[in-house]
């Protein structure tokens, strides 16, 4: 007896719709350079060597005196935190009536290679810090830091309690041999010293291989796939297109403080322990001593809730809380979670205080 | 004696070109020594990722043993298939051996720059131009001399804005 098989002609509708959308995709969608990802009005108000210091224009009228700064990643650009209108994390705080300032630490180059923690933490925070203070006429600010963008923000308010009123710790980096993603297993490997040494600064193009390793089928597979499913949903296609933009822009890291990250942070992790040090000075985790408000996401992938946490239980605040959210990395501050509960929670907490 | 076409040879770019060939030969030989370790590593990490390829289709075949027949199921085939692959393969790039033959490839590939620059700075030195470890003592000065200045222009800001209160 012949067994006979039979194929669902689903299938194959499904097979060559797919493909007239591959076929479509290049007449559906923008090119990269058509997709603006700065959505949010504002002015450049300095400018040191590639950073530069963003004050976005306020959407209804500031009801706290206290401005907040957000110390953006040095991985990829701070774009994501203003990707798109539905999704903007800096509109969304400036519906809320804040005054919001963003450090772009720019796009270093080779020159750029001794660049260190010191220069970004007591030179490019904190002259950041002080021009806030002269334009709004206020003794401290409120400052956020967001994943590795959240330790130099660490390093700054353990240093500069005096001008930290508030300090929002969003995914910071924090006890490297506590981090469980594969991050930090690569990092633990690295020849930091090297590396800096032959090629200077970090290139981009090792960091893209850092996040290729990062769930590679669900991201390098599924995500494509699902993308040429749905090219006729325009809102996913811009939303996606938006983020691919993002993704594929990562400046290089200075050598001197990739160097420093890797060996002070995840090899030796010195920063939770309190030996680390920054410039000549020592940071004591305990001198942080103002409310502070730490978000992790349970999903985090890059910076594992473990790597986090301890920063909670390290600092020397009385007035802090610790929120942990059922997202990943990035849907903690761009994604419809962000705009329901992550930003309103935050900006509830940061008016009692501003 | 030297005669005059002799002391035009000295100056010119052939002439350190060659007085540094010997360099350039000893880079090259150890650059193919580097590299059969280089292989070594290369070797070690598609090793792995196709050993945990083999386990992880292997994990796939036993969850569906039969031939997916609508679409409902070949989106369940797909997402077991995205999601055991994943795991293993997140399994590995977290494991020590990977790290470490990561590492070692890595280095080994660091390496190879390294003598690949030596060979550059030969050429460039040959006619007269900075090498990179000069260029990056002027960096380094560069950086020094900005830091410094930054240093005081801030302290000027923080005094300023003390004596104006």
């Known amino acids: ?354 | 004696m030297s005669s005059k076409p002799q002391a035009l040879t000295s100056i010119g770019p052939m002439r350190a070109f060659a007085a540094n060939s010997k360099k350039i030969s000893v880079e090259l030989i150890e650059i193919n020594e580097k590299l059969f370790e280089f292989n070594k590593y290369m070797t070690e990490y598609y090793k792995q990722l196709s050993s945990v390829w083999g386990i992880a289709q292997k994990k796939v075949n036993q969850k569906v043993p039969e031939i997916p027949q609508d679409v409902e199921q070949i989106e369940a085939v797909k997402r077991i298939w995205i999601d055991i692959f994943d795991n293993d393969f997140t399994e590995l790039f977290d494991s020590e051996k990977f790290g470490d033959n990561y590492g070692n490839l890595v280095s080994k590939e660091l390496e190879l720059t390294k003598h690949w620059n030596n060979i550059t700075n030969v050429i460039l030195q040959s006619v007269n131009l900075p090498s990179k470890e000069e260029i990056d003592e002027v960096y380094k000065e560069i950086h020094s001399l900005k830091k410094r200045v930054s240093k005081l222009e801030l302290e000027l800001k923080k005094e300023k804005r003390k004596n104006a209160k």
């Open chain 1, 1 to 354: 007896m012949q067994s006979e098989s039979r194929i669902d002609p689903k299938i194959i509708e499904e097979v060559l719709k797919f493909s007239k959308n591959v076929i479509d995709a290049p007449k559906l969608i923008s090119a990269p350079d058509e997709i603006n990802l700065e959505v949010t009005p504002h002015k450049v108000v300095q400018e040191i060597d590639k950073t530069r210091l963003l004050h976005y224009t306020p959407l209804v009228e500031t009801k706290y005196k206290t401005p907040l700064l957000i110390s953006y990643a040095l991985i990829n650009r701070y774009h994501i935190l203003d990707i798109h209108p539905q999704k903007s994390w800096v509109k969304n705080l400036l519906e809320q009536g804040f005054d919001v300032y963003m450090l772009d630490w720019g796009t270093p180059t080779s020159m750029d290679k001794y660049l260190d923690f010191d220069d970004y933490v007591n030179g490019y925070l904190d002259n950041s810090v002080e021009y806030i203070k002269n334009q709004t006429s206020v003794e401290k600010i409120s400052l956020q830091g967001y994943c590795t963008g959240a330790t130099i923000a660490t390093a700054y308010t353990a240093l500069h309690p005096e001008n930290v009123k508030n300090y929002v710790a969003t995914a910071p980096v924090i006890d490297g041999w506590k981090d469980t993603t594969v991050i930090s297993n690569l990092a633990k490997h690295m020849d930091a010293d090297k590396m800096v040494d032959i090629i200077g600064n970090m290139p981009p193009e090792f960091m893209y291989y850092c996040f290729s390793v990062l769930k590679p089928f669900e991201q390098g597979i599924e995500k494509y796939i699902k993308f040429f499913k749905n090219i006729d949903d325009k809102k996913y296609v811009d939303n996606f297109l938006r983020v691919e933009k993002w993704l594929g822009d990562t400046p290089p890291i200075p050598g001197e403080l990739f160097k420093q990250w890797i060996k002070d942070i995840y090899q030796k992790n010195l920063l939770i322990q309190n030996k680390m040090h920054v410039g000549d000075e020592l940071i004591n985790l305990k001198k942080i001593d103002m409310p502070m408000f730490t978000q992790v996401a349970v999903g985090d992938h890059l910076v594992s809730p473990e790597c986090s946490m301890p920063l909670h239980y390290a600092v020397g605040s009385k007035d802090k809380i610790l929120k942990i959210y059922p997202t990943g990395h990035v849907g903690m501050i761009a994604s419809s979670l962000s705009q329901k509960k992550v930003l309103p929670e935050m900006g509830t907490w940061l008016s009692e205080r501003s």
